[in-house]
């Protein structure tokens, strides 16, 4: 037998091999995102924008102090929930991108529930609107992973067919039978009322939604690395046909795996209608679900991860108010600076094992 | 038949017109497609090459006063864009799905960015060519007035099924796409080859975008595209790879597209939105109905990781 290079007895070697490779996941990831901040800085150079001005903005708008670290926090509630939507699929191997379908769809199914309970305690409500979100979520992104199951559609195409369609569907019941007759300019379903909001964290003006977040990440965490469940879906990730081979439940797999990102994903959708707007309309489509993909990516699928990943896109997302008052800078800003990320994440795959201070010696 | 109202026959009739319309950018953008996938690499980055199409079209135009040279732009902006995607793509371990979303992100944010200052003012139009002179009926006449785009698209379809059957060029492509093995033996560029195939299928991405902008609606605006780009990538599938085909299916899907207004013009108004979502419903069913999980879809490109 050949000697593998990890030997498992030279527990000095070992160790030296996880560090290692904690810091390259750490450290590949930070590379990506300061290239992407470079070119950035160039980007609004050329449009006529001192750079520095904007970066220190941007820490100001995002971390600059305790209200603006507040907006950020409460922005990157949904980006965890959104990336968990992304994250858990790519467990199986299967990139769905669908988590903003499942997110409208989810706040759409809590405000129904809402309509329909008028009169419980706010607590039933809550819980009421959160499971209701949740299903709707689950059944829309296990929709998509059940087609890639039975029928060989391709996960990625079909999961954002459903975001147009989750749309519609929204579009159709907003204006029509759950709107809000006083709603004049923009559609609305009636608000859920007051005493029925998601409350605030004791101290601060960040709802609950974040905790909702965090404690979805680690049962994500646990499900994944801690379970057999998870151990059966890393395996099918690495190779469909060794699952099958071994009897592993491939589908179940699959579709376990797509609802509860099809969850999160909802959930979503009932704290940003439970905690932010009180009513589902229109500013609930406001691209969570696709921010979320990036999180999930710069994470790289680890939901431990996803929760400091989000606060950093949160916090790009909260200065983006500031970028447009003071520097004149469109809103669209926070968009190319967000595809300028994600571009460069992508492109850093290449330096795993190729960053010289941290490849391994050969021995 | 004389007078303006054709009652219900209004609808087959903005049906079709609808279909002629509103197909355009799925010719373009599916024919693309078509281009980058024979050559094994899909590019779900159209969605963003759509929008940035349509916007730089829609500025040149202005900018310029001549609509052809915003034609022009919008296909120079994707096919930039097909050769980022190509580039980053040839880079190992990279997986060409996932910088396609990257690429529909950020070709949708550095287009509003920049596409901003043209929302307000109005830039000269691709002209129309009025096939229904023979009719006194004014939406006769109207839904009869074709785009000079369409009609490129509709010539482009089968010299593009030529190209790919009958010449040298064809023959490459489609080697590189079956087999990356096969092609390198025969000692072609693998990663030239799919540069090329990845940037002429942003071109034709981006002069399917243009049409948005130049033609129909007709204007610059945020919410100009909405998942055309995605559904046209999705048609090509259902299109077996095949231009024609592709030429059949966009005018479906546009059929479908333009269901909603047509009803809303006879005064059914009732499930608009859902009539909106027509075509990404068919597409959905249509991909349920030919996709299969046992065996691989007949005319697919054995290197295209999508159908795998």
């Known amino acids: ?363 | 038949m004389s007078g303006d109202l054709l009652g219900w026959w209004g609808v087959p009739l903005a049906v079709l017109a609808g279909a002629i319309r509103v197909s355009t950018p799925f010719l373009f953008v599916s024919l693309g497609e078509c281009i980058t996938e024979k050559s094994g690499r899909i590019n779900l980055g159209l969605e963003g090459t759509l929008v940035m199409g349509a916007m730089s079209g829609y500025a040149v135009s202005y900018l310029s006063g001549s609509p052809w040279l915003g034609v022009l732009a919008a296909g120079g902006a994707g096919a930039l864009f097909g050769i980022l995607h190509a580039l980053i793509c040839s880079l190992p371990r990279v997986n060409d799905i996932a910088v396609g979303i990257a690429l529909m992100l950020f070709g949708i944010g550095l287009a509003f960015f920049l596409g901003k200052p043209f929302i307000q003012p109005q830039a000269p139009n691709l002209p129309s060519i009025p096939f229904g002179w023979w009719s006194d009926n004014a939406q006769v006449r109207d839904a009869l007035r074709v785009n000079a785009l369409f009609i490129i698209g509709v010539i482009l379809a089968p010299v593009l099924l030529w190209c790919f059957r009958n010449t040298r060029w064809g023959l490459i492509l489609r080697t590189v796409g079956d087999s990356a093995d096969a092609a390198r033996a025969l000692g072609y560029a693998i990663g030239r080859v799919r540069l090329i195939a990845t940037a002429c299928g942003g071109f034709l991405a981006g002069v399917g975008g243009s049409f948005l902008s130049l033609s129909y609606p007709g204007s610059w605006s945020e919410g100009l595209s909405s998942g055309q780009g995605i559904t046209a990538v999705a048609l090509v599938i259902f299109a077996r790879w095949n231009p024609m085909l592709c030429f059949w299916a966009s005018l479906l899907f546009g059929g479908a597209a333009a269901l909603g207004p047509a009803l809303q013009s006879v005064g059914i108004t009732q499930g608009y939105y859902l009539f909106n979502a027509a075509p990404y419903v068919l597409t959905l069913l249509i991909m349920i109905l030919t996709c299969s999980r046992d065996r691989t879809l007949a005319g697919a490109p054995g290197e295209l990781g999508v159908t795998r």
């Open chain 1, 1 to 363: 037998m050949e000697a593998s290079p990890v030997r498992i007895d030279d527990s000095a070697a070992h160790w030296q091999d996880i560090l290692r490779g904690a810091t390259e996941a750490v450290a590949v990831p930070v590379l990506a995102v300061l290239a992407a901040l470079v070119l950035f800085g160039l980007f609004v150079t050329i449009a006529g924008v001192d750079p520095f001005d904007t970066y220190s903005l941007m820490y100001a708008g995002a971390f600059g102090s305790w209200f603006s670290w507040q907006n950020t926090l409460t922005r990157a509630a949904p980006l965890i929930l959104t990336a968990l939507c992304c994250a858990l699929p790519a467990q199986l191997g299967m990139v769905v991108i669908g988590g903003e379908g499942a997110l409208v769809i989810g706040g759409l199914a809590a405000a129904a529930i809402a309509m329909a309970l008028p009169d419980s305690a706010p607590l039933v409500l809550q819980i009421a609107m959160a499971i209701a979100a949740m299903a709707a979520g689950a059944a829309w992104v296990a929709l998509a992973g059940g087609l890639r199951h039975w029928r060989g559609v391709n996960e990625t195409i079909a999961s954002l067919l459903l975001v147009y369609i989750a749309v519609a569907v929204f579009n159709q019941l907003v204006e029509g039978v759950l709107r809000d007759p006083a709603s004049l300019n923009k559609p609305s379903t009636p608000h859920i009322g007051d005493a029925n909001m998601l409350t605030t964290i004791p101290g601060t003006d960040i709802h609950w939604g974040l905790a909702y977040g965090v404690i979805a990440c680690l049962l994500a965490y646990i499900l994944i690395y801690r379970t057999t469940f998870g151990f059966g879906m890393r395996v099918a990730g690495g190779n469909v046909k060794a699952a099958r081979m071994v009897g592993l439940p491939v589908g179940r797999l699959v579709l376990v795996a797509c609802g509860l990102a099809g969850a999160a994903a909802g959930l979503a959708g009932m704290v940003e209608v439970a905690a932010v707007h009180g009513k589902a309309n229109a500013s609930l489509i406001v691209g969570y679900g696709y921010t979320g993909i990036l999180v999930a990516f710069l994470a790289r699928h680890n939901p431990l991860a996803i929760v400091p990943v989000a606060i950093l896109l949160g916090g790009i997302g909260a200065s983006g108010g500031l970028l447009q008052r003071r520097l004149g800078l469109p809103d669209a800003t926070v968009l190319v600076l967000q595809g300028l990320i994600f571009i460069a994440i992508l492109t850093s795959e290449v330096l795993y094992g190729r960053l010289p201070w941290l490849k391994r010696k050969p021995s």
